[in-house]
Structures are given as structure tokens and as C-alpha cells.
């Protein structure tokens, strides 16, 4: 059984007196360390999609071109706010809270390797996937349908009827190839992996 | 407007009754509602005053993505309402499914169309202090003049 | 003669005492309980369906959001698990770093069960007291992780960010306003007879019963089962603590043991800060083939993943098992029957503290 001067010492602190007669709840702002919506910096972006690739959450950024300059657009209603994109631009166009700060200073970065996996079984050699590739449009504009190239630059073509990779590492891993392939038979595996200290080359 | 509709007005912007229900979220967006119930946010200062009967409340939080169990039990919570009545859409999940929003999942459509939502407040989850700020920007305009808009 | 009735009283999905929707099915005499039945399935999302096929770097997200309240230990037996499969090591330094965010995970958590619980019994002024502490505690995260629920921490091969001075001075500070403020709280709940009145001897869940429904975690610790799945992880082993044990097994051991796991979480989080090595953060390392269980100590219990995955990382099969799943069941099958007061269905079940998003992924 507690004394009535026990409770009136504890009620009768003077930190809590003076709450309780000049309380104000926090001011409603965001401090600048949460990890909001990234937003755009000035540097230019050189459209390499990289934060494309890396966001795990569907529909939350695309990588636009308007007026002459590319820019990455986060949609709020999607995006998770969990910077791995801000990680990942090699340029630093996006910035959110204080990731880009520690980044530079950690010198931590995100290694993506991509390789491509082609179930022989369920592939009818049709070339969707080579000519919707878009690094193969760059590097044989003339592909001709069916996925036929004579060009050796190509990343992946159909030769002797039969799906060959040939430049496995200039994958950059957009899936393009995935959607249109009519029987799901190639994938792309996205292998990330974060590391510390490593200057790219 | 007539004097009464003034009152009406002005009274509805500052005592607002809030419900909540969950459709199936990770309670991330849960939790953050709830600290915006701790001392140091504080929602009740505003006069909104969180219970959580439907037969009581003004404006229902909606929060989590769409499972199918809630597919007749969501819009029945709603005709509970009696209005006037809003609905704040918190969290990604209700807008858009967030990470769950892929081919094999179970969820359905964002919660807009099952009942309708004045307002959303995207983030996963949304700071209290965003939630806050979005419902306070919503109350003074969500109920306004309602008898004239909706006889 | 007076006849009494039978009256199965459903607690509904929708009910103020709890954030998440789950009925509850009593069979009751007048107002006692005579057995309790729990009807779930109202949040499944299928996450475990969804994961499968993808790379660590979306299947981590789905993973963290299977719980919002634990979602560093999702996180980390996740992260854990492929780096058992994969072979990868972590630095020292990361490894204490995850157990630091991982601790102030689960005083957090514990707050927030706590809080829960002196909701449901009506004692809004401990329940704020301990929502306002909790505050604290997500100040902490978000200055050292960025953000205040879902944090994606941990990565295979170490963490992402490392600790500032400015933001480890910062939580030497917190920790020990946590400290004081829920040594205070602590000994209010401890002395209030009207507290006391609703969980001394409310909702017992003896040591034999808890060994027959398997219950895990705090709840398993009420009853005297000495089990803490800490005590096997590398790094906590070279940490101090011991698991926290009481023998009443009622709402009131159940809430003290929450209680004393903070303290002895603040206490891990400063030997960790005391021991920080210097060093990287990432070691790198990429995921292969193969598959593990890996288990870990969420706030709840013991939390297990299954995990097998194809030679270029990516996850075929995975399987979750959440502490909830178990803790529910030692509560409807063995708490609730026999509960004198209806009133006490609510806050027997909030103190076995479920987790119902946990259970539906």
C-alpha cells in the first residue's frame, strides 16, 4: 500500500509539471534522415536502367525521356521507399534521406550480373526473344525475324535452329526477352550483390 | 449556405470518429496508426477520436491490400456506416497491392473498387506524421456541405 | 430451478481489441469459459507463393512484410539462410550491427505487446506511457537505418549502412531514457493491485500444457520453459544474457517477462556497442544452390524458414513457420478454457501476443 506523499512524489516531478503545462506534440515535419521518395538531383541521367532493375516493388519506377533528357519517375503509390534504387544509379541522380552520403563515404556500391537460362524442352526456336532484345536492336538493326543474325555482336540469336547465347555479359537485364517469349521458356536471373570498397570498372 | 449548414460545417471538421479496418495487411500501416494514437502525435488533440465501432464512426481507415475474405464483408462494414462517411486509403496496399501485386497472389484489385475512398495516403508504411498530416488536410474539405451535395 | 444456458459468443474479425482481424469462437456457462475454438484466413496474400522463382533482392521485401511488428528478424533468418546455402561471411562488424538493430527490433516489439496489452485492459495511461517509450526506440531505427518499419537492413554478405558516431551517441541516449522510463512503468505494473486483479492468475498456462502445444517465446518462458533459440546463433554466443524464465505462466508472468526482455535486450545492444569492431560493412558474396532451415529468435519465438533455391540464387521452394502459429493454439486450446470472466478472453489473447499477419501470410 503506497503513502499518499509516495504518489505525490511521483506525479509531482518537476519535468512532468512542467509537461503537463507546456506539452506540445512534435511538429508534424519529416526529419531529413527517413528515407523518403527519392527525388532528383541535377545530375544528368545516362537512361542505363539500373534502379529499374533493382526495384523489388512492381510499377513503382520507370525511366522516362522527355525533352531532349532521360529521368527516372517514382510513383507514390508503389514505390517502398527502400533506396536500393538510390544505391544502385552509378551516377547519383536519385537521392533519398542520407543514403547517398553514407554511399560515397562507405564506398558501397551494388554488383548486378545477369545471365540468361533457356529451357530447351519448351523452346520452339521462334526468335521473339532475340528480336525484341533491345541491345540486339542496337547492335544488329537488321536482325531479321525469326531471330536469324549473321551479326557475332548479337547477345543472343537463333543459329542452326537452335537458341545460342553468344555475349551472355551484355545482358542488361530489362526481361524484355521473358515477355515475349510465347512459352515462358527463357529466364533472366538478376544476381546482385552488395559489396564495399570496390571500384567499377 | 444557410447558418445551419455553417454550423454543421464547422462542427464536422473538428470531432470526427474514426473506425478502422484491416483487409489483410503486414500491420506495418497498422502500427503506424497506432503511434499516431501515442503522446507524442497525438491524434485525439484534434478531436479525432479513434474506436473502433462502425455504427459510430465518421471516417473508416482503410488499410491493407484486398484478400478475398473481405469481398462481401468490406462493402457490409461500409453500409454499416451511417453517413455522412469517408473512407482514407492508408498504406500502398489498399492503392495498389504494393510488393504483393504480382501474377500469383491472392490479393485483388486496389480497395477503391469495393467502396469508394476520399483520400490515400501512400508510403510503406506512411509516417504517422504523414498520416496525420493527410487526414488533417482531409478533414476540414471531406464533409463539407454534405447535405447540399448529397441530399 | 434456474437453468443456464450455453451461448457460443464469437469475438469477431473486426473487434477494438485487436489490430488485426481473427475470431474467436467461446463456449461459454454463464460467464465462464468452457472451451475456445480460433477462426483465421483473414489476411492470406499468399507470400510464400509469390516468392517463388525470384532473387534474393524482391523475395528479402516479401519477406520483411509477412510481419510489419518483426520485421528484422524476418529480415535477418532470411538473409541468414541464404548465406548458409551460399557459404558467404559476414564481417564482424555487421554481424554486431544486425544484432543491434535486431535488439532495438524487439524492444520495440515488446513495448508494443505491452502496450496492447494495458489497451486491453483498460489502462490507457500505461498503455501510452509505453507507446510514447516506444517512440524512442523508432527514433533510433530511422536514424540508423532510415526507416522506421520495414527497414531492409541486412543483405547477404553484411548490412547496408554502417553506425555514425552522432547516431551511436544518440542511442546511448535513448537506451538509457528507455531504461529509466520502463524501470518506472515496469514497477507500476508490478505494484497496481487493479492490474493485478486482471492478470495474476488469469489465463494459466502450465509448464506441462505449454510442452504439449509447443508454444515458443515469451509465452513459453511464462510457464518455465527455458528456451531462448538466441543462445545458438554465433553471435550472440560471444554476448552475456540468459534467458528470462518465470514459473507462474498467468498474463502477469507473461507481461513481466516482456518487461525484463527489454532490459536485457538494452543491456545486449550496449555489449555490442562496447565490442564494435572496426571494419567493413560488406563482405559480397553472391547466392548459389542448395537448401537450409534457418531459425532465429523473433520477439514472438522461434521463427524457422525453409529455403531451397536454384543455382543462380533464386528461391524455388520456401516454407515459413511464424511463432504465433504455435502460441495461438497453446491459447485458445489451453489459456482460454476455464477463464472465469468473458471480459478476460480479450486480454488472455492479447497476452499471448498474436501476431495474426504473421500466421496468414
Given amino acids: ?148 543474325s549473321s551479326n557475332l555482336e548479337v547477345i543472343m540469336r537463333i543459329a542452326g535452329g537452335k537458341h545460342t547465347v553468344i555475349h551472355e555479359e551484355r545482358c542488361v537485364g530489362c526481361r524484355t526477352c521473358e515477355g515475349a517469349c510465347p512459352n515462358s521458356a527463357i529466364r533472366v536471373a538478376r544476381i546482385l550483390e552488395g559489396v564495399q570498397g570496390v571500384t567499377e570498372g | 449556405m444557410s447558418l445551419l449548414q455553417d454550423v454543421k460545417n464547422w462542427v464536422r471538421a473538428r470531432s470526427i470518429h474514426v473506425s478502422y479496418v484491416d483487409v489483410g495487411s503486414c500491420n506495418g500501416c497498422d502500427i503506424e496508426v497506432l503511434a499516431c494514437l501515442a503522446p507524442r502525435y497525438d491524434i485525439e488533440q484534434y478531436g479525432i477520436y479513434v474506436h473502433n465501432n462502425p455504427r459510430e464512426a465518421d471516417i473508416l481507415l482503410v488499410v491493407g491490400a ?36 504480382r501474377r500469383e497472389t491472392y490479393i485483388l484489385g486496389p480497395v477503391s473498387k469495393y467502396i469508394p475512398i476520399a483520400a490515400e495516403v501512400p508510403g510503406c508504411p506512411p509516417r504517422p506524421t504523414e498520416i496525420l498530416s493527410a487526414v488533417l488536410s482531409v478533414a476540414p474539405t471531406v464533409f463539407r456541405d454534405y447535405e447540399v451535395n448529397r441530399p | ?60 521485401f516479401l519477406a520483411e512484410r509477412v510481419c510489419g511488428i518483426c520485421s528484422v528478424i524476418h529480415n535477418m533468418v532470411f538473409i541468414e539462410g541464404m548465406e548458409a546455402i551460399s557459404g558467404i561471411t559476414v564481417p564482424d562488424r555487421a554481424a554486431y550491427l544486425r544484432v543491434v538493430v535486431n535488439e532495438l527490433d524487439r524492444i520495440q516489439s515488446h513495448l508494443l505487446a505491452n502496450f496492447s496489452f494495458c489497451y486491453t485492459i483498460e489502462h490507457e495511461t500505461l498503455a501510452m506511457y509505453l507507446l510514447n517509450t516506444r517512440e524512442r526506440a523508432m527514433d533510433s531505427l530511422e536514424r540508423i537505418t532510415g526507416a522506421r518499419v520495414n527497414k531492409a537492413y541486412m543483405i547477404p554478405g553484411g548490412v547496408r549502412f554502417d553506425l555514425r558516431d552522432a547516431d551511436r551517441a544518440a542511442l546511448c541516449a535513448d537506451l538509457d531514457y528507455i531504461e529509466e522510463a520502463v524501470n518506472r512503468y515496469a514497477r507500476m505494473f508490478e505494484g497496481g493491485p487493479l492490474i493485478a486483479t486482471r492478470a495474476k492468475g488469469v489465463g494459466i498456462l502450465t509448464q506441462e500444457q505449454a510442452r504439449i502445444a509447443r508454444a515458443v517465446g515469451p509465452t513459453a518462458r511464462a510457464s518455465g520453459i527455458a528456451e531462448d533459440l538466441r543462445l545458438s546463433h554465433p553471435t550472440y554466443r560471444r554476448l552475456e544474457f540468459a534467458p528470462i524464465v518465470r514459473t507462474e505462466g498467468d498474463n502477469f508472468a507473461r507481461i513481466m517477462v516482456r518487461f525484463q526482455e527489454i532490459f536485457q535486450s538494452i543491456g545486449l545492444v550496449r555489449q555490442c556497442l562496447h565490442d564494435l569492431p572496426a571494419g567493413p560493412i560488406r563482405g559480397g558474396g553472391t547466392c548459389g544452390a542448395g537448401e537450409t532451415v534457418s531459425r532465429g529468435e523473433a520477439p514472438r519465438g522461434e521463427l524457422s524458414y525453409f529455403i531451397r533455391s536454384d543455382e543462380y540464387g533464386r528461391i524455388t521452394d520456401i516454407a515459413i513457420r511464424t511463432p504465433s502459429i504455435m502460441n495461438i493454439d497453446a491459447c485458445t486450446h489451453h489459456m482460454l478454457p476455464g477463464v472465469t470472466s468473458l471480459a478476460d478472453v480479450t486480454s488472455v489473447f492479447v497476452s499471448a501476443d498474436p501476431c495474426i499477419a504473421c500466421n496468414e501470410r
Fill in chain 1, 1 to 148: 500500500m503506497r503513502s499518499v506523499i509516495w504518489y505525490l512524489r511521483e506525479f509531482l516531478r518537476a519535468p512532468w509539471v512542467h509537461a503537463f503545462l507546456f506539452a506540445r506534440t512534435a511538429p508534424l515535419v519529416t526529419p531529413s534522415h527517413f528515407r523518403d521518395y527519392p527525388s532528383l538531383t541535377d545530375v544528368e541521367c545516362t537512361h542505363c536502367f539500373s534502379c529499374r532493375m533493382i526495384c523489388p516493388a512492381p510499377g513503382a519506377i520507370e525511366v522516362l525521356q522527355e525533352g531532349g533528357g532521360w529521368h527516372p519517375v517514382i510513383h507514390r503509390g508503389h514505390c517502398l521507399r527502400c533506396g536500393l534504387c538510390v544505391e544502385a544509379c552509378p551516377e547519383g541522380v536519385l537521392a533519398s534521406g542520407r543514403i547517398l552520403r553514407w554511399q560515397e563515404e562507405d564506398r558501397t556500391s551494388f554488383r548486378a550480373t545477369f545471365r540468361i537460362q533457356v529451357d530447351h524442352a519448351k523452346c520452339m526456336r521462334c526468335g521473339n526473344c532475340c528480336v525484341s532484345c533491345p541491345v540486339n536492336k542496337e547492335q544488329d538493326p537488321q536482325m531479321a525475324s525469326g531471330g536469324h
Fill in chain 2, 66 to 101: 484486398m484478400t478475398p475474405p473481405w469481398v462481401e464483408r468490406l462493402p457490409a462494414l461500409w453500409a454499416k456506416i451511417p453517413p455522412p462517411r469517408a473512407a482514407i486509403a492508408i498504406g500502398n496496399c489498399p492503392i495498389s497491392g504494393c510488393v504483393y501485386n
Fill in chain 3, 1 to 60: 430451478m434456474k437453468k443456464l444456458v450455453d451461448v457460443s459468443i464469437p469475438l469477431g474479425p473486426v473487434h477494438p481489441c485487436w489490430k488485426e482481424p481473427a475470431r474467436i469462437k467461446c463456449e461459454t456457462r454463464g460467464e465462464k469459459v468452457l472451451s475456445a475454438e480460433v477462426e483465421l484466413g483473414y489476411m492470406k496474400k499468399g507470400i510464400e507463393r509469390i516468392m517463388k522463382g525470384r532473387p534474393w533482392q524482391e523475395v528479402l
